[in-house]
């Protein structure tokens, strides 16, 4: 059993940054391929960034490439989201995710997620 504990989220004003916090229990990194996804008001979730066991990371959205950084601390058990010049249209309740892969995350089929924590942008 995998448990995600998200944390990190508030409200800030555009083009400020924050950094979302996941800690890992249950089980390493070694065993699962590890997710960012978001959910705006009103819309779907959709997957926003991602990294496999060895390390590789992968981003999901257009609009968070080169705003956006995923990363581990393999130590700490904990994978975060550095989100940089942050925008309105950021503003979702975050959910960190593991799974078998990437690929298969993507396409819905997550095994384990967070409760997730809200980021508001404030323009």
């Known amino acids: 059993q995998v448990q995600l504990a998200e944390s990190g989220g508030g409200l800030v004003q555009a083009g400020d940054s924050l950094r979302l916090s996941c800690v890992v229990s249950?089980?390493?990194?070694?065993?699962?391929?590890m997710g960012w996804f978001r959910q705006a008001p009103g819309k779907g979730r959709e997957f926003v960034a991602g990294?496999?066991?060895?390390?590789?990371?992968?981003y999901g959205l257009e609009s968070v490439k080169g705003r956006f950084t995923i990363s581990r601390e393999i130590a700490k058990n904990t994978l975060y989201l550095q989100m940089d010049n942050l925008k309105p249209e950021d503003t979702a309740v975050y959910y960190c995710?593991?799974?078998?892969?990437?690929?298969?995350?993507?396409?819905?089929?997550?095994?384990?997620w967070g409760k997730g924590t809200l980021v508001t942008v404030a323009s």
């Open positions: 995710a593991a799974g078998s892969s990437i690929k298969v995350m993507k396409a819905g089929r997550v095994d384990y």
């Open positions: 249950g089980r390493t990194f070694r065993f699962n391929d």
């Open positions: 990294m496999v066991r060895n390390g590789d990371t992968t």
